[in-house]
């Protein structure tokens, strides 16, 4: 029997911080090794052009996301990782499912909702797709399990409302995908921790390949006040980032001097800038190494389009034969 497939997603459209690696990264390269499925990755391009974007920039923004892949241990030789506009099939089989999706459940998408507030001057046609792009991306693999944060929860069920919906009129032939939810807590700006880390405000955000002194710095820079009687979600986010990267014996000295009220948050601070530094340290190098070799990114990813076009070729006959056009 094969494995089951799995496919997931992220958009170049910008750098990436330490919430994405842990949220999406880590958990994926864990999901590769297990060798228990067909794991397939994809640079979203065509969905992050529905936002508001620089020509300019987005290239470089392509191969600095497939460089994060690489460096964070996607290996192409296990794993299939591409770039979405390379295989044509994903938007040919976006506009078979636009046939069948209603307006209607496309315009209560809560995401949709968010980002034409935030973009209200380009609420452009793809910015309302984007879910059935989505949909497509993920059943054009026949794909059944899909890692991804809980702020996809509403599309993953969009994406079973159309595959239900193609069945029912065509005749069965997708299985009903199983979001694998990424249970990493958030991590909260190191400015304003009451909201999530976000690249959009770079200074309370560590970015993958920031330098040690420039995670120092942000670190520095951390706010851990709290109102009267409550606890700091400063200090807690910072608690929450020496248990993933801090060394046992820290974690439990910082545990203890909570529990004591003896914390020093510059001695936490410095700790973690050097603890998250280090961590990265070989990243950061992988990653720099691939950034001086575009060409083979760019190979990489060539090879990557090639796998995944042979299996989205086959999804895509079968899907014409259904829908009566072959
Ligand atoms: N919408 C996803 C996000 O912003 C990215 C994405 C596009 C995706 N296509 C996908 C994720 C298919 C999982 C499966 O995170």
């Known amino acids: 029997m094969s494995k089951p497939t799995i496919f997931s997603g992220i958009q170049p459209s910008g750098r990436l911080h330490i919430g994405n690696y842990l949220g999406a990264l880590t958990n994926f390269v864990a999901l590769q090794n297990s060798g228990q499925y067909q794991c397939v990755f994809s640079l979203v391009d065509y969905h992050s052009i529905s936002e508001d974007y620089s020509p300019q920039e987005k290239r470089e923004m392509i191969l600095d996301l497939a460089a994060n892949f690489l460096a964070a241990g996607v290996d192409s030789e296990k794993s299939i990782l591409f770039l979405q506009s390379q295989v044509p099939e994903h938007t040919e089989l976006a506009w078979v499912f636009n046939c ?62 159309i595959a239900r919906k193609f069945n029912r009129r065509f005749g069965n ?25 976000s690249k959009s405000d770079p200074s309370g955000c560590l970015f993958l390949d920031d330098a040690p002194d420039v995670v120092l710095k942000k670190l520095k820079g951390a706010v851990t006040a709290s109102a009267a009687g409550k606890k700091s979600p400063g200090e807690e986010n910072l608690m929450l980032l020496l248990a993933h990267f801090g060394q046992a014996e820290e974690i439990a000295y910082f545990a203890d001097a909570q529990k004591t009220g003896t914390l020093k948050f510059s001695e936490l601070k410095e700790t973690l800038a050097r603890d998250i530094s280090a961590y990265f340290a070989g990243f950061r190098e992988k ?40």
Request: no cysteine.
């Open 100 to 161: 069948i999706t209603p307006v209607s459940e496309l315009e209560r998408m809560t995401q949709y909702k968010d980002k034409a507030q935030k973009q209200s001057k380009n609420i452009n046609m793809g910015l309302l797709d984007y879910p059935v792009l989505m949909a497509a991306d993920i059943l054009l693999y026949r794909a059944t399990a899909v890692p991804v944060g809980l702020d996809q929860k509403q599309h993953l069920e969009l994406t079973n409302v």
């Open 287 to 326: 990653k720099q190494a691939l950034l001086n070799r575009p060409e083979y990114l760019a190979e990489v990813l060539g090879q990557g389009a090639q796998q995944a076009r042979k299996i989205a070729q086959t999804t895509f006959i079968e899907v014409k034969q259904k829908i009566g056009l072959l």
């Open 173 to 197: 032939y997708f299985k009903e995908i199983q979001p694998l939810w990424t249970h990493f807590p958030k991590v909260m700006d190191l400015k304003r921790p009451d909201k999530k880390m």
